[in-house]
T-cell receptor, first 118, second 111 residues
Framework: DADVTQTPRNRITKTGKRIMLECSQTKGHDRMYWYRQDPGLGLRLIYYSFDVKDINKGEISDGYSVSRQAQAKFSLSLESAIPNQTALYFC?????????????????FGAGSRLTVL | GNSVTQMEGPVTLSEEAFLTINCTYTATGYPSLFWYVQYPGEGLQLLLKATKADDKGSNKGFEATYRKETTSFHLEKGSVQVSDSAVYFCALTGGGNKLTFGTGTQLKVEL
């Protein structure tokens, strides 16, 4: 099994529908992230969580919400999907490590969830 | 704020050619620098990293040197293979322990 599993891998939906993308990990990492990837724009951070009780907005959180159900689970919701949310979404995890130059920010990514909003 | 600038792609090379993908950055303090690679249909995976000035990261024949004086972290490989075809992302982390990614550079290697 993959270290970071995303479901669904592909989803087509209509404008206004509520969508949830789920992420689970077996790495035992405290930190989890949601990114979206768009052609020509690279990866942009939507939300991140450094532990179960910690949720933080990233650079493009509008229109999204998240839930950290457990250390291993971090879901992303689009309450009312719109076409410009069509993108490839990635979940990632990391371990804080020991000290500022340790393994922190070495991310392990899931395979991605491709969302199309019509 | 922090930012990363990469050369635009796609970069198309013949097998065994020399590869350079340019990356420059803007950051306060002393960031750590990374190259991630995304193979078709997959998520990103760490290729190499450097955590302080003059460090050289290397992996799978790829290298990049952290140049603080030129704020650069260019990716190089002496002889590319078809299997190196992928999208390469330069990234940095500064304060707040969050990664900032460049826009990615697609590499296509042909026989």
């Amino acid at each position: 099994d993959a270290d970071v599993t995303q479901t669904p891998r592909n989803r087509i939906t209509k404008t206004g529908k509520r969508i949830m993308l789920e992420c689970s990990q077996t790495k035992g990492h405290d930190r989890m992230y949601w990114y979206r990837q768009d052609p020509g724009l690279g990866l942009r951070l939507i939300y991140y969580s450094f532990d179960v009780k910690d949720i933080n907005k990233g650079e493009i959180s509008d229109g999204y919400s998240v839930s950290r159900q457990a250390q291993a689970k971090f879901s992303l919701s689009l309450e009312s999907a719109i076409p410009n949310q069509t993108a490839l979404y990635f979940c990632a995890t990391s371990d804080p490590g020991n000290g500022p130059r340790s393994g922190a920010n070495v991310l392990t990514f899931g395979a991605g969830s491709r969302l199309t909003v019509l | 704020g922090n930012s990363v600038t990469q050369m635009e792609g796609p970069v198309t090379l013949s097998e065994e050619a020399f590869l350079t993908i340019n990356c420059t950055y803007t950051a306060t303090g002393y960031p750590s620098l990374f190259w991630y690679v995304q193979y078709p249909g997959e998520g990103l995976q760490l290729l190499l990293k450097a955590t302080k000035a003059d460090d050289k990261g290397s992996n799978k024949g790829f290298e990049a040197t952290y140049r603080k004086e030129t704020t650069s972290f260019h990716l190089e490989k002496g002889s590319v293979q078809v299997s190196d075809s992928a999208v390469y992302f330069c990234a940095l982390t500064g304060g707040g322990n969050k990664l900032t990614f460049g826009t990615g550079t697609q590499l296509k290697v042909e026989l």
